[in-house]
């Protein structure tokens, strides 16, 4: 099974992300560490996320580099992962930073709180029943108090992986998933852009933007 972008895949592929964590950010698309990639995936949230600070809850944060480039742009981050390996990188990652990083499950996450935006990164796809999923984080979604107000999204970068055995998710499946929600859905292909992931690639690759 291919390496994605989170350390919540364990369910797909029994990996041990807690003995992975000491080498995950070597991965491209995953440390961010070359410029060119970590610029392409800024400019990327700086279109998903709000103009404005948020409150933007990352799930299957794994290291925490999309929740560095959020608290970056400003917006107010919690973070979420079953490895305590993982959390424990993503806290280093963003000390001082206003950032939060818990341990548990992104399928029903360990927070008392609503949030403006929910990112997630490559971790549906290998959860049990990702309608039931969708319908949870839905509900962890703060309304949009006033119209014009940029809050009330998921963020949802998925794809399907691998020619002989793929494992994933296809975007026509994610989004039909979304249709009950009441969402306005719009998708977002990424397959193109080899910045993104340090590489060409030929799989199915894409973001969607999911808005109360």
């Known amino acids: 099974m291919a390496k994605n972008g989170n350390s919540e ?6 990996v041990d992300w807690d003995a992975a964590a000491a080498t995950f950010d070597e991965e491209p698309d995953h440390g961010l560490q070359d ?4 610029e392409a995936w800024a400019a990327r949230l700086g279109e998903w996320l709000p103009s404005q600070p948020a409150d933007v809850l990352d799930l299957g944060c794994g290291t925490g580099s999309l929740s560095l480039l959020a608290a970056e742009r400003g917006h107010r981050v919690t973070g979420v992962d ?7 990188q993503a806290r280093a990652k963003l000390a001082g930073r206003d950032a939060v990083f818990l341990v548990g499950d992104a399928a029903a996450p360990p927070v008392g709180e609503l949030f403006d935006v929910i990112l997630v990164r490559h971790v549906l796809w290998a959860l049990p029943d990702p309608g039931r999923v969708l319908r949870n984080w839905r509900g962890l979604l703060r309304p949009r108090r006033v119209r014009g107000a940029e809050g009330g999204r998921l963020v949802l970068v998925e794809g399907v992986w691998g020619a002989t055995n793929p494992a994933g998710i296809p975007a026509d499946r994610l989004t039909g998933l979304l249709t009950p929600l009441g969402l306005d859905v719009r998708v977002e292909r990424l397959s193109d852009d080899a910045r993104l992931w340090g590489k060409e690639v030929d799989d199915e690759r894409y973001a969607v933007v999911a808005v109360s």
């Open 82 to 88: 079953m490895s305590p390996a993982m959390v424990a």
């Open 35 to 38: 410029p060119a990639v970590r």
């Open 9 to 14: 895949t364990s369910a797909g592929g029994g």
